[in-house]
């Protein structure tokens, strides 16, 4: 099984060690990124005979196509907007093809190449990190424990071990992906249909055991296409961020006075975007491959042989002292390797452009999930 890493970064590098590391029918790994040092490095850290670095920019049209030929599969871990182009190459290569996703818009368009997909007999994948990505599988995995269900309500989070800052917080991923997260729309389900609500809204109050005072609220991307896939089915659907108590607060204060605001602003004759600057000030100041923990909580309500039932599943993991891989790059890249071996060993439920949820088998998904000890616990 030879399968394709674009991207270099910490997501990249997460993927790469999960496939020469925890997966014994992967014979070939190659990393491809623009900045051929980044993918070098991950090559000499490896450090195995399996894996390979080469340059590679996925704008260039050829090149990736020439790339990605002789590939059973293709993990994307480059910016979201790279996606719908790869997933057209994907088709021209008959590669399957998986990625972190994060941007309902182009997730969208890349499932409008599903018949397309269908036709040359491949798997197009979007949103295959941790959310959207894991969660979503999860979800279906709860929602086959009961015979009727009426609510899903996700949480996920990843916070410091220990915070240094006034917000409590460190960049897991890219400061844009943050600022989209907190600014962008989220999309749940309420009394049956779909609807969109306001991001860094409805806080409320949670718990881990062992774990001081914790917040979730409403942010965009986490529920993918989950509002689709449930859209009549069941009656609530959200998804929440976990963060230390008093993060939201915080952060929508600088949003609501106009700091992640893409509008132009004269300032001293100089035509500035507060975005641009808010963002270079967060990479700045917010601390960044720290260890760290991710929380994940999905609360399940519904009927079970007559009678209602209420559960739940948490995973709490944390940086591996071992690997030196941080929980972040654990729950977000070792999903989409799993789920790109799926599809390479046609243990997908149909080919096409489709959600994850439809198509992957959550009871072997877990089961990888488990080798790689992400644990669920379930009450």
């Not at 399957?96 to 182009?106: H, I, K, S, T």
């Not at 941790?130 to 086959?144: E, I, N, T």
């Not at 881990?208 to 089915?233: C, N, R, V, W």
Request: hydrophobic letters at 35%; one cysteine or more.
């Amino acid at each position: 099984m030879k399968i394709l890493v674009l991207g270099a970064g910490r997501m990249g590098y997460g993927a790469v060690y999960d496939l020469i590391h925890n997966s014994p029918e992967v014979t070939q790994v190659t990393v491809a990124d623009f900045d051929i040092e980044k993918a070098e490095n991950i090559s000499k850290k490896i450090n195995s005979p399996k894996l390979s670095a080469i340059q590679l920019d996925v704008t260039n049209y050829e090149r990736t196509v020439s790339v990605m030929h002789n590939h059973d599969s293709a993990i994307s871990c480059v910016n979201y907007w790279y996606n719908l182009e790869l997933s057209r190459i994907a088709i021209e290569t008959y590669t399957n093809f998986c990625d972190l996703g994060g941007n309902n818009y182009v997730v969208d368009k890349q499932l409008e190449l599903n018949e397309n997909a269908k036709k040359v007999g491949i798997s197009i994948v979007p949103d295959c990190g941790l959310a959207p990505g894991m969660v979503s599988v999860l979800a279906m995995h709860g929602v086959k424990q009961l015979d009727e269900t009426d609510e899903i309500h996700i949480r996920v989070g990843g916070l410091p071990q220990e915070p240094k800052t006034a917000l409590q917080y460190q960049l897991v991923f890219s400061v844009e992906g943050l600022i989209n997260e907190y600014i962008e729309k989220a999309r749940v389900i309420r009394d049956g249909k779909i609807t969109e609500v306001e991001s860094m809204t409805e806080c409320e109050s949670l718990s881990f055991e062992g774990f001081p005072d914790l917040e979730a609220f409403q942010t965009s991307g986490g529920t993918s296409t989950l509002p689709d896939t449930f859209s009549g089915k069941i009656k609530e659907l959200d998804y929440k961020t976990i963060r230390y108590a008093g993060h939201c607060e915080k952060f929508k204060m600088m949003i609501d006075i106009g700091l992640c605001s893409s509008e132009e602003i004269d300032v001293g004759n100089i035509g500035i975007k507060p975005r641009k600057v808010f963002a270079k000030l967060l990479e700045d100041y917010f601390p960044a491959d720290e260890p760290d923990y991710v929380l994940i909580r999905l609360e399940f309500v519904g009927k079970k042989d007559g009678e209602m039932k209420r559960f739940k599943y948490d995973i709490i993991d944390k940086q591996d002292e071992k690997t030196g891989l941080s929980a972040m790059m654990r729950t977000t890249s070792f999903p989409a390797s799993i789920i790109a071996q799926m599809m390479a060993k046609g243990e997908v439920a149909e080919r096409g452009a489709t959600p994850q949820e439809k198509v992957i088998d959550s009871e072997k998904f877990i089961t990888e999930l488990e080798k790689r000890n992400i644990v669920i616990e379930e009450s």
